[in-house]
């Protein structure tokens, strides 16, 4: 019996909805959920009624032309805009079959490891003899043209006149009088060393690609995920192989 009369509404105490404090009185009433709900049933009252208004007029005249009409096809029953002729795919095979069956975030995982290995190759390799690497240049100063016309560079530098070429490992005369070779020095040695830096140099340039691949089409599923916004849209940008499309979305007023 005492449950029942603490759940009687006559004995539980009227809540009132905080007013609007003193220091802000000059900002007017403070609007409480009554005052928002009227406001929201308006809003989208108004909304309903220029949708009903756009399709009055969208189906007044049953002889309208669009151009839809004839730039479009049937494809499985279901009308799709005919491609221009030159016009470039905006998703590759690879793509589709990527963002059909994988989801963003195990795409973005692959693509974490992908950069993290990239990462830890440049750490290794240096790219100091990369052939995409970009060319340096060394300018060196004299006190007038004669010396420019004796200049050797190979006395400027202190070392061999064969290791002028190099740009790392090109040691001074008095470090190969004084220190041992280390590493390989046969000819046979340092062909194969290079033919495996090459391979290196190659498989980062693989990575380097598939990691840009996995980003786009990230981006590309991300964007789709966006586009089951009911909000208002507009396309600013097509799709490309290279990148995703990119929509402008009209700014909502949230609660």
Same mark, same amino acid.
């Given at each position: 019996?005492?449950? *029942?009369?603490?759940?009687?509404?006559?004995?539980?105490? #009227?809540?009132?909805?905080?007013?609007?404090?003193? *220091?802000? +009185? =000059?900002?007017?009433?403070?609007?409480? +959920?009554?005052? $928002?709900?009227?406001?929201?049933?308006? !809003?989208?009252?108004?909304?309903?009624?220029?949708?009903?208004?756009?399709?009055?007029?969208?189906?007044?005249?049953?002889?309208?032309? $669009?151009?839809?009409?004839? #730039?479009?096809?049937?494809?499985?029953?279901?009308?799709?805009?005919?491609?221009?002729?030159?016009?470039?795919? &905006?998703?590759?095979?690879?793509?589709?079959?990527?963002?059909?069956?994988?989801?963003?975030? !195990?795409?973005?995982?692959?693509?974490?490891?992908?950069?993290?290995?990239?990462?830890?190759?440049?750490? &290794?390799?240096?790219?100091?003899?990369?052939?995409? +690497?970009?060319? #340096?240049?060394?300018?060196?100063?004299?006190?007038?043209?004669?010396?420019?016309?004796?200049?050797?560079?190979? @006395?400027?530098?202190?070392?061999?006149?064969?290791?002028?070429?190099?740009? !790392? #490992?090109?040691?001074?005369?008095?470090?190969?009088?004084?220190?041992?070779?280390?590493?390989?020095?046969?000819?046979?040695?340092?062909?194969?060393?290079?033919?495996?830096?090459? =391979?290196? $140099?190659?498989?980062?340039?693989? @990575?380097?690609?598939?990691?840009?691949?996995?980003?786009?089409?990230?981006?590309?599923?991300?964007?789709?995920?966006?586009?089951?916004?009911?909000?208002?849209?507009?396309?600013?940008?097509?799709?490309?192989?290279?990148?995703?499309?990119? !929509?402008? *979305?009209?700014?909502? @007023?949230?609660?």
């Amino acid at each position: 019996m005492s449950s *029942f009369r603490k759940a009687l509404k006559s004995r539980q105490k #009227n809540h009132q909805e905080r007013s609007q404090p003193g *220091f802000r +009185k =000059h900002l007017g009433l403070l609007e409480k +959920k009554k005052d $928002y709900k009227l406001r929201a049933d308006d !809003y989208h009252k108004k909304q309903n009624t220029l949708a009903a208004l756009r399709k009055k007029a969208l189906e007044k005249n049953p002889d309208e032309f $669009y151009f839809k009409m004839i #730039n479009s096809q049937l494809q499985d029953g279901a009308h799709a805009p005919k491609k221009a002729k030159g016009e470039v795919v &905006e998703v590759t095979e690879e793509q589709k079959k990527m963002m059909r069956t994988q989801d963003i975030k !195990y795409v973005e995982m692959k693509r974490v490891a992908e950069a993290k290995k990239i990462e830890r190759m440049k750490g &290794e390799l240096h790219l100091l003899d990369a052939d995409s +690497k970009q060319k #340096n240049s060394h300018t060196f100063f004299v006190d007038s043209k004669k010396e420019v016309q004796s200049f050797d560079l190979a @006395r400027h530098l202190k070392t061999a006149p064969e290791l002028v070429d190099r740009v !790392y #490992n090109r040691p001074t005369l008095e470090t190969l009088e004084t220190k041992s070779i280390q590493g390989a020095v046969r000819a046979r040695s340092m062909k194969t060393m290079a033919k495996q830096r090459k =391979h290196q $140099y190659t498989i980062l340039s693989q @990575r380097i690609d598939r990691e840009k691949k996995l980003f786009v089409i990230s981006q590309k599923i991300q964007t789709r995920k966006d586009l089951q916004d009911k909000n208002k849209k507009v396309k600013v940008k097509k799709e490309t192989p290279n990148a995703p499309a990119i !929509y402008k *979305f009209e700014a909502k @007023r949230k609660r």
